[in-house]
């Protein structure tokens, strides 16, 4: 049973459903889940500023919201909000996983198909090809 749980969220509905998602598997494991919240952040020309349409704190207080209705639930906790650089989500979330010794990683698709994941380089698909262990995409 996966006993441990990271589950990697947005702003999007689809993250609303994730963390349901890791909240049902954590009830029935009695497991503890760690909530990531990625900001990614474009770099701006030659400054090197790195710059994010998301303030932190949007990004606390959605890694709080989930953290506060899952132990609400039961169950054991933790939050983490952390920068990264546009595109380099999957292997912040693949890597935040193996530093927890997580058994899981739970995150929505925002439902393309998997051509255009494979064009649009989807952070779900490129998880799932990074991971070494069980992800769960949530539609």
Do not use: C, N, Q
């Amino acid at each position: 049973m996966y006993e441990k749980i990271l589950v990697a969220i947005d702003h999007s509905e689809i993250s609303v459903r994730a963390l349901d998602a890791a909240l049902s598997l954590a009830l029935l494991s009695h497991g503890e889940v760690w909530v990531l919240h990625l900001r990614e952040r474009e770099m701006m020309g030659k400054t090197g500023l790195m710059t994010s349409a998301e303030s932190s704190d949007e990004a606390g207080a959605d890694a709080s919201a989930a953290v506060e209705a899952l132990t609400r639930a039961g169950i054991k906790a933790h939050g983490v909000v952390r920068d990264t650089a546009f595109g380099h989500a999957a292997r912040e979330i693949v890597s935040d996983a193996a530093e927890h010794g997580v058994d899981v990683i739970v995150m929505g698709s925002r439902g393309r198909g998997d051509l255009a994941g494979l064009v649009l380089g989807s952070t779900a698909h490129k998880v799932i090809h990074l991971a070494d262990r069980p992800v769960l995409v949530v539609r």
